[in-house]
């Protein structure tokens, strides 16, 4: 088994006295690919923030690659942990390599222009999601797909070891989903990036990762490997409602049958 | 990086120019003509090297000074805010200020500290004031939106206006006209006294705007986005509204409020050299220099022999630029308004 990258032990978190974390414990290994799931609300969204920072606080313990969260500078956990934020429609006006660039910030003193390391960094992860082709438009012109690529890409230039999404493919078509988590499982097979990503789609999770964590109302559910995840009883008890399962044709694997309501 | 770079580095060359040009031409211009001559013949002594040195180069510094650090600070300001109508102006950030400076003006206080002017230091406490009011208010509504922050901004500046009417009110004739006039904003008879009291406002307000471009930049992005790369959000924030408040507050206890350069500057510049702070926090502090020092030519010629405060060029200029902006396509936004 690898080493452990990310530690949470029995964390709580509250936002103007609401508590949305219960007593969250999580352990992720190094190379890891882990989707959280669960119902609206639950906290998923709210538990990527506290792992980069955005949050900060909250009871109990999180540790980064055997280091406690709150002995990180932000620039130090910058290099170790990036994010991908939910697409909010809004667009800052810089084109996709400008955009790209500033996830070399944790790496820039100020007034210090991009050395090579950077621009390099920067074309590589331009390369490997495929958008050199856009690098001089602007941000506000892009597909949400194309979109969604530059912000991994942001976080690629960052170079951290473990990527945090939100909700990466919910807006987009089934090809482009599709080509997120084949993006996605390329960084994690080939570089080693632990990938931790938040969504509502139960198949793609299933199909794309190894771990499963499902939230339900800010308190572990389920943790585990993601084939076990995928019993009729657990999915019931995680969303309240009856699930009919079957095999996908193709996989073999165990995937939630769509239904009619 | 790469052509890209080099383009903009030229641009920048190119805007360099225009502004050294602006502040080197300036003060030849104006409703007295003067010959060059007569200006720099090292024995100059007459009635126009009079004019030259002693009012018109100083009015083209103060002007050049006001215009860069109220750009500089609207740009900041838009950056922070995330939003081209955000400005010390619309903040109410500028009739802070002013308020800061009336009160200091009927307490007939002559206090300073260090050589520095009370009355800077009292509109430095004002609009820091009023900042600290107006990103409060746009906090309490979670996620706050354009027409949150636009409405914070006009009630703190009824509320300021009105504390400077009641200032008024309560002083003496001359006091009260002094305040009335100041409160127009202007740049008339000003001597090297103003000069070298408003400059360390602004060099060091400047300076520490012109340190933090990569921040700048991640903050325009969005804050959950910028502290995920490493940034400091918290303290860049508090950094950046102070000097923001000490570039405001030197000039405006010097020339009054003076409106609309820190919208017009700043977009016109993220026109030409794109957003890019780098490029961009220079583009405007230079650019923003000579477009003051170029209204305040017009506002001391088009009705010679009188003039009129510059404020009301700029505020000429500006009002349908604002209404432009707000009315205008998202390419005008350049997607920094949802």
């Known amino acids: 088994m690898n080493k452990v990258v990310i530690d949470i032990e029995s964390f709580s978190f509250g936002i103007g006295g609401k508590e949305i974390l219960k007593d969250v414990s999580l352990t992720v290994h190094e190379g890891d690919y882990a989707s959280i799931v669960g119902p609206n609300g639950a906290g998923k969204t709210t538990l990527l923030k506290c792992l980069s920072r955005i949050h900060k606080g909250g009871r109990g313990t999180i540790a980064v690659a055997g280091k406690k969260l709150e002995k990180y500078s932000q620039k130090e956990l910058a290099l170790k942990v990036g994010y991908v934020p939910q697409a909010d429609g809004r667009h800052a006006p810089f084109t996709v390599r400008e955009f790209v660039l500033m996830g070399r910030y944790p790496y820039l003193g100020p007034f210090s222009p991009p050395g090579p390391s950077d621009t390099a960094a920067v074309r590589e992860a331009m390369a490997v999601t495929g958008t050199l082709q856009f690098s001089e438009r602007f941000l506000g012109t892009l597909s949400g797909g194309e979109r969604q690529k530059v912000y991994i890409a942001a976080a690629l230039a960052q170079q951290a070891q473990v990527l945090l999404l939100d909700e990466p493919t919910t807006f987009l078509d089934p090809r482009h989903a599709s080509d997120i988590y084949r993006l996605l499982a390329g960084i994690n097979r080939e570089r080693g990036v632990t990938i931790i990503s938040v969504t509502h789609d139960i198949n793609s999770a299933v199909l794309t990762s190894r771990t499963i964590l499902a939230l339900k109302a800010g308190a572990v559910a389920y943790c585990g490997p993601a084939e076990e995840f995928m019993k009729e009883d657990i999915l019931q008890g995680v969303y309240e409602k009856p699930f009919s399962l079957m095999r996908h044709p193709r996989y073999g694997r165990t995937i939630v049958a769509p239904e009619v309501p | ?338």
């Open chain 2, 1 to 338: 990086m790469g052509r890209d770079g080099k383009n903009k580095r030229v641009l920048l060359a190119v805007i360099l120019l225009f502004a050294v040009s602006v502040f080197v031409g300036a003060p030849m211009v104006g409703m007295q003509s003067l010959s060059i001559h007569s200006v720099l013949h090292p024995a100059a002594a007459g009635l126009d090297a009079d004019i030259f040195w002693k009012i018109r180069v100083p009015r083209v510094c103060i002007a050049f000074l006001a215009g860069a650090a109220l750009a500089v600070s609207g740009m900041a300001f838009q950056a922070v805010f995330r939003n081209p109508l955000a400005t010390p102006f619309t903040l109410g950030v500028a009739s802070g200020a002013s308020l800061g400076a009336a009160v200091y003006m009927r307490l007939g206080l002559a206090v300073g500290l260090f050589g520095v002017s009370g009355m800077s230091m009292f509109a430095f406490g004002g609009a820091a004031l009023s900042i600290v009011l107006v990103y409060g208010l746009t906090r309490i509504k979670s996620g706050f939106s354009i027409g949150t922050m636009l409405l914070a901004g006009v009630a703190l500046n009824f509320f300021f206006s009105s504390a400077i009417l009641f200032i008024q009110y309560m002083s003496d004739f001359t006091d009260s006209t002094r305040i009335l006039r100041w409160t127009m904003g202007g740049l008339e008879i000003m001597g090297y006294e103003s000069v070298l009291n408003m400059a360390p406002f602004v060099a060091s307000g400047a300076a520490i705007i012109l340190f933090l471009t990569h921040e700048l930049n991640l903050l325009m992005t969005g804050e959950e986005l910028a502290i995920s790369r490493g940034a400091n959000v918290g303290g860049i924030k508090k950094v950046l509204f102070f000097a923001t408040s000490l570039m405001v507050g030197g000039v405006v206890s010097i020339c009054g409020p003076i409106g609309f350069v820190g919208m017009m500057v700043p977009h016109i510049c993220r026109l030409l050299i794109g957003a890019d702070h780098r490029y961009l926090t220079p583009a405007t502090l230079l650019f923003g220099g000579a477009f003051l020092t170029l209204c305040d030519m017009l506002a001391r010629t088009l009705i010679a022999p009188a003039e009129m405060p510059v404020g009301i060029i700029t505020a000429l200029l500006g009002g349908p630029f604002f209404i432009w902006l707000l009315l205008g396509k998202s390419s005008s936004k350049m997607g920094m308004m949802e």
